[in-house]
């Protein structure tokens, strides 16, 4: 199962991290982190990366079998422990937009040097005043003629750049997003390379003022900055220039053969391994609720022991659909990735057909995504009662880190449209008997808005006259019901945006739904086709098609008002609503059955899982213990003299401030 | 509309702990906080009780006009403060208990000097093994005939006492729960008083194990702690003896006049706290939310300054709903409370008739108060974007504080089928005929269960037939649907576990969505009593009736199956359904309007607040800026020798691990 759902590239590279980890646990421990003030964290991170950074350079030979770690290796080995270091940026974002966006002379300049982390960069763009609306970027870099040079400004307070990683502490250089201006004409948002701290001692360079922005929710190791730029010149150079150049005598020209549509593409594969990472991170979260449930016990029948807490109907509701969504979320993310390689492979021979709806379904994938991942895990909390709020859950500065992929990327609430807008164009266009790609979306549309009555009612309402059990025994006929619930949504939208002439801002409540029945359409049409890559006798189908099951009757009953509203032709009785909720709870329980097997093939280590409630061997108790025997305030050595002090100036002065003779005989 | 909403007691308490706060800002200054570690954090709380404390007890002229604080101006100081010191079990359960529970010489012994402070005290009830199922508690106190002594012993890992608040550092003494034995008899769980620490040094006493538990989420002032006792004598005085008593001999005996239902009565005290301290929570959430969303503009109509964001459907279709809530929760509140106090009155007469509807709501509001409160902050922090994410949004470290008012007191998710169990046994007696006792509760389903049919129908359905203007402009309707929606849920849980035998292990899930249903229309029926003490002509009217239509629209919309699968002759149609979550829209937007007059009326002061983003005079980058360069990775003095270190350990081996003469022209 755990090759089905991880596959055998992520096992690798799983087993390979694990080595150089456990080979080191001076170094890569993350038991204490949980006691660490950020200042602290952010230095076990730093000596992470220099020990990390060695083994990339000199091949030691801490893995016996393969001797070398690759990059692939050293992600894995930042997701096992959970974390994120001042220098990953320079990795995920400085490179790879050079790489893109740099000629071959700015890739000897900058990113040879960077790949061998010579130089540290970081990707400046988002401002104090401004996230979301990048046109509105305040930041101005101007060419000057006179010296052949681009002076780069912060004009403003809300100009700050602020929230860029790797840029606190670390970075040497910024890729800084500035309003381009040649010759008193604004050209437009542009990327330059700024050098912003000294190559001899680090310090910041003149008319730069940088540091880090603060605390944060989570992501505490990482030294999210500020970067304002006073007037800072920098050589004509440094614009990456692969999307426009400036001559020397200032005439601006942008390459011919450029199709905006390609940093859509880097949009939507961003946006995929947001979803499949989520997935990843959910794996942890239900792996320590189901594993800690099954071991907690309370309450139950006199005289018989206590009845384990994953036993409730009202736990097993809450944790085993985030189960099956977890399965789903992995599942579904192999055929979005292959998805995403084929209209790759098409972009590249110059066609561009797929990659509208690649970019509404990542949209809608994101959402689904993180909100799922972000209140799963939250859910995971919860249902560890009293012990999910001690950090040795695992479960809270977890939580925390994750958050942040609700807002980045597009927020949430803002990306729906995106999604929606695909989705009432293409009903719209079908509609009117217009030409649209075919794809998994315009078929759903065009399937069950059936303008022509090209298809029987009997054909289409697959759950007409059916009980509740035959319509969920046929996957089939959920993945019908999920299609027409989605396509009843964007026909009403469509007809008050295009009909009834709703400006977007009134559709913005509306599209959530929308967005979001389409993404559960799609989960599950995704995972239902990696499910069937499986042999048809194979031993993983009947699980996992209870799992497939769990997932499309969370999304159908989630609001049962959206089966209701179905057009009359097409509806559900209420008997029939009433039966999806009974058989929702029915392949509850029988998966509970399977929940501790279940969580176990996805594979998560005890050392990402860091929690006294999820370890392996059930050995809750005892570990929570021993950690908390090792909270700095009862730690021997340190704790005692904390103690101390703590009773003699704050304590004492209390118990015996009237005299403590009275105390003496209690 | 601050005394209308806020009461006039509350605000005077208020304004007196704010000159406290203000006289001495070197140690009440909360702007700090975010930088702290956990022990920092402890120290920083101590020094503030020291103070607390000593103008307690000499009444400091610090107060110009009253020169005197009292309990409840402390209890202002630290909700202002918003966090919670070492010293707070003491005062809040300790002290109490022994007040509840104990004999006059028991108060003499333990009450005198703990309210003194001479003694510091916790209460030791849940262990690490078991929190909900009290009953199951592991911790036991064998009476020892020979010395006259309780011998308290914790059998085994799991026994070991844990959570309990003051525990970890500060208390003496411990009221701890333990399971009686006398002359082999398990007489039941009875609360003992166990002194802990030495009086003189404060070190453990001989066979006690204490310590903190370690860092948790939220709550990181207070020292939960951990007690392991090793068959530890006390004297036999020492058992808390209101409610039992063993003699010398080793006589059991209990005084025959205890009403058990008298502990109901301080469970529903303790929960309305929690559903008022809710709202006043929530307040502070939405004052960030709606001024920063007033302040922070983004994208708009070029040429046009940016819009507020604000101004956008989709941020107030989130927001404004919860300042409707925040005004809903703290005005029913107020109604609870009186009716609590009525119902105290009644006791004290002997008459025990309102207690258990009072205990059925208590649990439900808590339940409501809860979830809204926590989630609304999460909201609160979401629409802030990314700087929701700093802790110089005010809303993380508080979020984190105010997650456990879900846990404790009960579950919510175990706590609905308090409410539940009380709302079907009514219906059920309602439907055979039976005596009830009549209430709110019992008044809604007879009414709507119209058993006889009394009311003819038209007078029951009030909204039949009307549009969904009319149905929505007349607050009387709006309870109607409510409570049918609820007596309609309650009705069809009740058939099928009073005629189909379901248990309540499977009735779990049904249960959550009863129990809302109801404390929905109470909440809506007590904050239409609230608004309903205004005078008919005042001006507060017509806002608050606009905040009563929001709440009310907001639950019936939140899953409009709920309405769909309303029986046949009370059904709504899909246009008034529809027609009600288009209404939801139009009053949000006219709140809008007065979103930030009505948040400056709740009467948040910036010290609560303690937020860049939701300053009164909403000066937020200014303020964002300040805090950051307070980080200490950024502050003169301390940010400079931690960035050379930095630099020097980590960042320059990399940078110059290749020799840096490459890098010097960059």
Same mark, same amino acid.
């Given at each position: 199962m755990d090759y089905f759902i991880?596959?055998?590239?992520?096992?690798?590279?799983?087993?390979?991290?694990?080595?150089?980890?456990?080979?080191?646990?001076?170094?890569?421990?993350?038991?204490?982190?949980?006691?660490?003030?950020r200042t602290e964290k952010i230095e076990h991170a730093l000596i992470q990366e220099k020990r990390v950074q060695e083994l990339l350079s000199t091949n030691l030979h801490i893995i016996a079998r393969d001797k070398k770690i690759t990059q692939e290796v050293l992600q894995s080995i930042y997701s096992i422990m959970d974390w994120h270091t001042p220098f990953e940026i320079t990795r995920l974002m400085f490179i790879p937009t050079i790489e893109q966006q740099g000629t071959e002379q700015q890739k000897e300049a900058f990113l040879n040097p960077a790949k061998e982390y010579k130089i540290i960069g970081c990707y400046a763009q988002t401002e104090m005043g401004h996230g979301s609306n990048i046109r509105s970027i305040e930041t101005t870099a101007t060419f000057i003629e006179e010296t052949d040079e681009f002076e780069i400004n912060s004009p403003t307070l809300s100009s700050t750049k602020w929230w860029v990683g790797s840029l606190g502490i670390a970075s040497t250089h910024a890729c800084v997003m500035a309003q381009l201006y040649v010759k008193g004409n604004h050209i437009g948002l542009f990327p330059i390379i700024v050098p912003i701290r000294s190559m001899l001692d680090h310090s910041p360079l003149a008319g730069v003022t940088v540091g880090d922005i603060g605390p944060k929710l989570g992501y505490n190791t990482m030294d999210n900055g500020f970067l304002s730029l006073n007037k800072v010149r920098v050589p004509r150079f440094n614009l990456l220039q692969k999307y426009i150049t400036v001559s020397r005598d200032g005439v601006v020209s942008r390459p011919a053969n450029i199709n905006p549509r390609i940093t859509y593409s880097t949009m939507v594969f961003v946006r995929a391994n947001i979803a499949a990472n989520m997935g990843r991170q959910l794996a942890k979260g239900v792996t320590i609720a189901v594993r800690y449930t099954s071991v907690r016990r309370q309450f139950g029948e006199l005289g018989q022991p206590e009845t384990p807490v994953l036993d409730y109907s009202i736990v097993q509701y809450r944790i085993i659909p985030l189960l099956a969504k977890t399965y789903a979320m992995i599942g579904m993310s192999h055929e979005f990735f292959a998805q995403y390689k084929k209209s790759v492979n098409q972009i590249n021979n110059g066609k561009f057909t797929m990659l509208k709806e690649m970019h509404a379904v990542s949209c809608g994938l994101k959402i689904w995504s993180s909100n799922t991942g972000v209140y799963g895990v939250d859910t995971c909390r919860h249902v560890c009662g009293g012990h999910g709020f001690s950090m040795f859950s695992g479960l809270n500065e977890f939580f925390n880190n994750i958050y942040p992929n609700m807002i980045v990327e597009g927020d949430n609430y803002m990306l729906a449209k995106q999604t929606t807008s695909y989705l009432v164009k293409s009903a719209h266009d079908i509609n009117q008997r217009k030409h649209v790609e075919l794809n998994d979306t315009t078929n759903m549309i065009s399937r069950f808005m059936n303008i022509d009555n090209q298809v029987p009612p009997q054909q289409l309402f697959t759950w007409s006259g059916k009980s509740p059990q035959d319509i969920v025994s046929d996957n089939s006929v959920l993945l019908d019901l999920l299609s027409l619930r989605a396509v009843s949504m964007i026909h009403n939208l469509t007809v008050k945006i295009y009909h009834k002439g709703q400006s977007w801002d009134d559709s913005s409540v509306p599209s959530q739904g929308v967005a979001a029945a389409h993404s559960e359409y799609i989960v599950c049409l995704y995972f239902s086709r990696h499910i069937n890559k499986l042999p048809s006798d194979s031993q993983l189908r009947p699980i996992?098609?209870?799992?497939?099951?769990?997932? $499309? &009757?969370?999304?159908?009953?989630?609001?049962? /008002?959206?089966?209701?509203?179905? +057009?009359?032709?097409?509806?559900?009785?209420?008997?029939?609503?009433?039966?999806?909720?009974?058989?929702?709870?029915?392949?509850?329980?029988?998966?509970?059955?399977?929940?501790?097997?279940?969580?176990?093939?996805?594979?998560?280590?005890?050392?990402?899982?860091?929690?006294?409630?999820?370890?392996?061997?059930?050995?809750?108790?005892?570990?929570?213990?021993?950690? $908390? &025997?090792?909270?700095?305030?009862?730690?021997? /050595?340190?704790?005692?003299?904390? +103690?101390?002090?703590?009773?003699?100036?704050?304590?004492?002065?209390?118990?015996?401030?009237?005299?403590?003779q009275n105390s003496s005989k209690l």
């Open positions: 991880n596959g055998e590239q992520y096992i690798e590279e799983k087993n390979k991290a694990l080595e150089v980890i456990r080979a080191e646990p001076k170094v890569f421990d993350q038991r204490n982190i949980y006691f660490m003030s996992l098609d209870i799992l497939f099951k769990i997932t $499309a &009757l969370s999304f159908l009953t989630r609001n049962t /008002g959206e089966l209701y509203s179905l +057009r009359d032709e097409a509806a559900l009785t209420r008997l029939q609503i009433n039966g999806l909720e009974s058989e929702f709870i029915k392949y509850i329980k029988i998966a509970r059955e399977q929940a501790v097997p279940l969580v176990d093939a996805l594979g998560v280590p005890d050392e990402k899982l860091n929690s006294s409630l999820g370890r392996y061997d059930g050995n809750v108790y005892e570990d929570y213990m021993e950690r $908390a &025997l090792n909270e700095p305030l009862n730690r021997q /050595g340190t704790g005692d003299k904390i +103690r101390e002090k703590f009773y003699e100036k704050y304590i004492k002065p209390s118990l015996h401030h009237n005299g403590s």
